[in-house]
Each structure stands twice: as C-alpha cells, then as structure tokens.
C-alpha cells in the first residue's frame, strides 16, 4: 500500500451557513430596473422574493406571503433631498417592520447620485443605525471597486467611472469623481471607510471592518474585485448582521455577496420562451441603448421616433404621443414590433434640441425627464392593452420607474433569465391578466437584447 505521508491534509470545506427563517432581507429601489436586479438576483439563487410599486396593503401582502425577501421599486434617483426626507422614512419604517436582517437602500452599479438629486448620502442619512455597509462592485455585470475606486465595463474597456463615456456625460448625475468615499462627501458629513480588497483577499474583512468603525467611520464601502473578495465581503457582513439587523447600502453587489457567502444549492434556471409581438418604450441615451436600438431595426422592429423636444409643450406633447401611439399599433398590425425612443445614444442631435427646448420653457432636467418618461409609459399602457400584448420592455433606469408606475401594476416577480440584470418579470395588478415585463438599464445587454427580449433564450 503507498505511504500517505506526502500527501496534503484534506481541506476543511466551510459548513453551509445556517440561515434563518422568514424574511432575510428588504430592500427599496431607487429606480425600477435597479430594484428588479435585486429582485433576479434573489429569486434566480433559490430565495423566493418579491418587489411592490409602493407600499403596499396588508391585503397584498398576502397575496405574496411566505416570501424570503421583500422589496418596494422607488424613484429617489430622480428626487431631489427634500423629497427623499419626506418619502423615504415611511418606507424604511414599513420595510423594517417587515422583518429580515438586512434592510438595503438599493442604488445604480455606477452610482448614478448626487448632492441636488439621487442623493445616497442623504438616504444614508435617512436610515442608518450605528453604521452601514457599502457594497457597488458587481462583476457578473462589469463593475469592480478597487481602493475605493469604482470601475465599470465600457465599449472601449474598463474604465473608471469618471471616464465611463456614459457616465462622465450623464444627463442628470454626471460622475466627476470615481473614488466612492470622494464622491460621498459632497452629499454628507457622515464619515465614509474602506475595507480594501487586500484585507478581503487575505479574509482580514472583519478585523479591517472594526478598525474603520473604531476611527469613526459611520458608513464603510467593501472593495469587489472578484468571487472571493464577493464572498469574503458577504461574510463580513452577514456576521454583522446576525448581531443586529443593518442598514446597507449598495448596488445587486450587496445580496450577490450574501449569496456568495451563503453558498446556496441553485435551482435550474429557468429561461425566457419566444413571445411573437412585444412593445417597447427607451428613454435611454447610452450608446449600449443606441447599439440595441440599431440591432432591433435590423432585426424587424419598427423603430419609432418620439420627438422630446415636444414634451415642453402641453398640446404639442398630446399631438406627438398620440402621433407615434397611433404608429405603434399599426406596426403590430404588419406583424412588427414596435420600439418607441427619444434618443439614440449621447451624440444624438436630439439631446440638444431637448436641452433648448427645456432651456426657453424654463423647465428643470428633472421634471422634463419625468414628463417624457410618463409620455412613454403611457404609451406603452395603451398600446399593451390595446393590442392584447403579452410582453413588454422599458430601457432606462430613471424611465422605467415613471414609466411602469403607468402602466399600473402593484408587484413584481423574477419568472426567466435574459441577461445579466435584465430577467424577465411578471407585473401583477389589482384586477386582469398579468403581463410580461422586462426592465431594462441603459448600459445592460448586449446588442441583441430586444430581439432576444421578443424571441426568448434557447438552451
């Protein structure tokens, strides 16, 4: 018999991670598509959960009880702070009563915020406890955080955020500062720490946590650069959380981190079958989008035009949605699918006409973008309704939260995988069928998203 002596020890393999019951985990959405990746993420790994378009009854709830992780879809992204003060306590207060360990204050993978709107300091300040857990990094959607420093896929690469050729131009919240601790002081006093990825690759997260609470950090941003700086930072926090439930704040980086640690047994996934006829609305102005949208035309969509400097003008705005509504459902009568945007890509001549146009009617950026996001969602509404369609899609993130409150649906559920970030969701409403729905963010997908939206994910 061969002598044993040379061979390695066995490696001791964690135990699972006991979890407890009920709800794990709440979370409230500053923007729709935002809040559906939490609600993806969540469901696609085993843990039944569901997302409302506000808070909802106890009739509704239990409508969807037994859930093991709950979540109310927001706009704060496009609110201005006094706002958020007026809105968010209410909900943090209804998500807390709820139960879970960990209440999370969901926020963009590029950080999309600032002093004057979307501020996350300000929503920091609106929930924390004794201190809060930042996590953005999401690799399985191209977005890292080293140092401190944000980083986020591109056409041309990765790059930081601040030079992301979305983000550093972004209509509403331009990023100018990529390091996550910078760009939080222009929105609140409260100190902001770093556990680094060093710590976390040498599973020190813990010990480096409790030094930047001991110096005073109230709220500490956790480096992800992979798997296991993912998981290491999911530990760190859930171990925290079983000491006493947190406030966290972060992008679908926060649950894949606890899921990471959690190493749960995943159920087969399920995928997104063919739907024939779809309708979509986009309000994004990425160049992804503007990608998508050119690969819809040449995959039959009928790609519809919605002229947005008309939005500054009551009678000349009914005029132009009732124009391209009209457009829509004669496109479904050839068989098409028809894809309405206001824009197509940064570049677009059409983001100066809006800008002038706003600019002589004296209307802010943030009410402008609201009116053309409601104008598209009604769209969508009507055409859905009219037509009989069964499955729809929204791209942007600011446009799907005005956009879906439109279409009148009370909650979501994760049904099929897309893409990354882009799952396939039921809408539920109060009364009638439910409608396929998928929210997308402007710098999700790849070029044939919408075609695969329409036609579905073969195997």
Known sequence: M?????????????????????????????????????????EFAGLPAVLFLGLPSPALMARFAGKRAVGIAGDARSRDPAWMEAHLPPVFAALRAMGGRVLHYKLCSTFDSAPHVGSIGKAAELGIGDWAPLVVGAPKIGRWQMFGTLFARSPQGVVRLDRHPTMAVHPTT??????????????????????????????????????????????????????QTLAE???????????????????????EALIAHWDLPRPAPRLAGPAGRIAVVSGSCSPDTARQIAAAGAAGFAALRLAA??????????????????????????????????????????????AAARAAAGLDAVAMTARLSQGLGGILARVVRKAGLTRAAIAGGDTSSHATAELGCVALT?????????????????????????LKGGQMGDAGLFAQIRDGIRA
């Open 233 to 255: 930072a999911g530990r760190v926090i859930w171990a925290r959380a079983m000491e006493r439930p947190l406030f966290a704040l972060g992008s679908q980086g926060l649950e």
């Open 309 to 354: 400097e008309r939005a500054v003008d009551a009678r000349g705005w009914a005029e132009e949605v009732a124009r391209v509504e009209a457009a829509a459902l004669a496109a479904l009568e050839r068989g098409e699918s028809p894809l309405v945007y206001t824009a197509s890509g940064p570049e677009d001549a059409a983001l100066g006409r809006v």
């Open 414 to 438: 994760a049904e099929a995988a897309i893409a990354p970030s882009v799952p396939l969701l039921t809408a539920h409403f109060n009364s009638g069928p439910a409608l396929e729905l998928v």
């Open 174 to 227: 331009p990023m100018h500062e990529a390091d996550v601790r910078r760009h939080l002081a222009g929105q609140t006093d409260l100190p902001v720490g770093l556990v680094d990825v060093l710590a976390l690759q040498a599973r020190e997260g813990g010990a480096a946590l409790a030094a930047e609470l001991a110096a005073g950090a109230r709220i500490v941003a956790f480096d992800v650069l992979d798997q």
């Open 2 to 42: 061969p002598s044993t002596d040379a061979l390695p020890a066995p490696v001791a393999l964690p135990d699972p991670v006991a979890l407890p019951d009920g709800v794990l985990l709440t979370w409230y959405g500053d923007d729709f598509t935002g809040s559906g990746a939490v609600l993806e993420a969540l």
